[in-house]
């Protein structure tokens, strides 16, 4: 009778979520139903059933005939989805990488436990907690369950270091890691700044304020925000980044729906750069409270979006909790942009048209051409204080719009990528010229304007494409040469310095952003995209 203990909590759960509405009766009755099919199946079905596999997956499907949105979570699937929002997780600390069978230490997060402990970049892990782990196949997955843990435990690795004889034993106590949503904060111009915030977490804000506290304000006359592939998160984060922007009491977004009352989010407290210039750079990996936030700097005419037209989520999901601490989160209402806009796309054509949406999109030439969206004029709306044009019907259309830059993305750099190549050459050339490099290129400064690779290195890596069965005649290989080592720079800067080493080097061929810096730099033609004229 186990089984029907436990599809029965999943019948009652729905039943007590049903009881406030006015359709509770209904509802009611459809949950006796699910009880009577609970009865059946433990009374009278012909084969035994995997009670956990299908209760959760009778959870799913009801919840998939909702909405793209309403989800439901395991026990350790919601553990696992609160780490980033929260911005932290425990564990050693270190970033590392699985290298011809072998644990590679890419570099320990600075303050964390493994720092701390004397482990460093370049250390090859053989043993964890006395386990051999090197030569055995072993994932990055696996990994990173034998390293992560509650803060306080112990861990032992056993370390080979190059010139050191024999192996180095460190036992690491584990620790809370944090995890950034900051990607990159820099001055790209003398008077333009820039930011690259991947998601909202808990801390971002705390992050930004340390960024924007590092980076000469006086001097700052524009500001370059990166929200691209930006997934979302924490709302009040992105809320309070509004705040930085804008004077206190401006509508940013409000929320209702059939059982909510609307509620309205304003801005609390004017921040640092109500002053500055501003831009926004989206693409359609923006989404949730992204959105959110171009969406109010849109409608208020505090910045201009740019890129391409964001993803589209704009539903709100409340959690409920079931009894083994598993979670449903349900979509109770849908978000507005300050001027009405209706943030979410469309999913009336059901879940897998749904999730085909962005496929969709590139089919049809949107990710390289403004002009083959096609929006009714029931969808326009206007911005509240220049009153240009804008559009709803899901995401947010940018104000200029710049295309996907496919000039260098070949079959052959995506193999070259996507079957680890890079990475794997990466890894290779710093374990062999770390100490070297940092050397020769003291600052990141001066690897920027000085570093590349040697002729031989690149003769190196294409043969290492070769042994993976990635081939290219000469002219497809120069065609994706420079920006395959682009970001081979980057990401060997990130490496030796941080992440905005890297982002400093990718944006140098990144369209957008260089048609972001030409705008924001001149004064006149960025206020003449709000007059229109």
């Known amino acids: 009778m186990k089984i029907f203990s436990r599809l029965a909590v999943v019948a009652l759960t729905f039943w007590m979520l049903s009881m406030p509405h006015a359709g509770a009766q209904i509802l009611n009755e459809q949950a006796f139903k699910l009880f009577k099919l609970i009865d059946l199946i433990s009374s009278y079905y ?27 979570i395991t026990r350790d699937e919601v553990k696992e989805m609160n780490q980033p929002l929260l911005g932290d997780f425990e564990g050693v600390g270190i970033y590392f990488n699985v290298l011809n069978d072998t644990i590679i230490v890419i570099s320990p997060i600075s303050g964390g436990p493994s720092e701390k402990a004397g482990i460093r970049a370049g250390d090859r892990i053989v043993r964890i907690d006395g386990k051999n782990v090197a030569g055995i196949g072993i994932t990055t997955s696996t990994v990173r369950k034998k390293l992560m843990g509650p803060a306080g435990t112990k861990v032992s690795v056993d370390i080979k270091r190059r010139r050191v004889q024999g192996l180095l034993h460190f036992t690491i106590t584990r620790d809370k890691i944090p995890i950034f949503s900051l990607d990159a904060s820099y001055m790209p111009a003398e008077n333009v700044g820039y930011l690259k915030i991947n998601r909202f977490s808990a801390k971002t804000m705390d992050e930004v304020h340390k960024a924007l506290d590092q980076l000469p304000l006086d001097k700052m006359e524009g500001l370059i925000l990166d929200l691209r592939d930006n997934g979302g998160g924490v709302l009040t984060s992105a809320t309070d980044l509004v705040d930085e922007f804008m004077p206190k009491g401006k509508l940013i977004v409000y929320m209702k729906g059939e059982h909510l009352k609307r509620e309205d989010f304003y801005t609390t407290e004017g921040g640092r750069l109500q002053k500055v210039r501003l831009v926004v750079l989206v693409n359609e990996g923006t989404a949730s409270a992204s959105e959110i936030f171009s969406g109010a700097v849109q409608d208020w005419d505090r910045g201009l979006i740019m890129g391409r037209r ?6 709100v999901q409340k959690p409920f909790y079931l009894p083994d601490y598993s979670m449903i989160r349900l979509t109770i209402a849908r978000y507005y942009t300050p001027s009405g806009r209706l943030i979410q796309k469309s999913y009336k054509e059901g879940y897998d048209e ?5 496929e969709e999109r590139y089919q049809h030439g949107e990710f390289m051409n403004a002009d083959s969206i096609h929006l009714p004029d029931s969808l326009k709306y206007y911005t509240l204080v220049d009153h240009r044009l804008v559009y709803g019907g899901g995401g947010i259309m940018p104000d200029i719009f710049v295309p996907a830059d496919t000039a260098g993305n070949t079959k052959y750099l995506r193999e070259m990528i996507g079957k680890g190549v890079v990475t794997d050459f990466v890894l290779s050339w710093e374990d062999d010229h770390r100490k070297a490099t940092l050397k020769k290129y003291p600052t990141v400064d001066e690897y920027i304007r000085n570093f590349s690779l040697p002729e031989k290195e690149i003769s190196r890596l294409r043969q290492m494409g070769e042994k993976q069965h990635i081939e290219a005649d000469d002219a497809l290989f120069e065609r994706s040469r420079d920006h395959m080592l682009l970001l081979i720079r980057a990401l060997i800067a990130r490496d030796l310095w941080n992440s905005t080493a890297y982002f400093r080097i990718i944006n140098e061929e990144s369209t957008v952003f260089q048609k972001a810096l030409e705008i924001i730099e001149d004064p006149g033609k960025y206020q003449k995209i709000f007059s229109g004229k």
């Open 46 to 72: 012909v084969d035994t059933v995997n009670e956990a596999k299908l209760t959760d997956e009778a959870i799913r499907q009801v919840l998939k005939e909702l909405d793209p949105h309403s989800v439901y």
């Open 310 to 315: 964001t993803f589209g989520k704009g539903l």
């Open 354 to 358: 749904y999730m085909k949406d962005l």
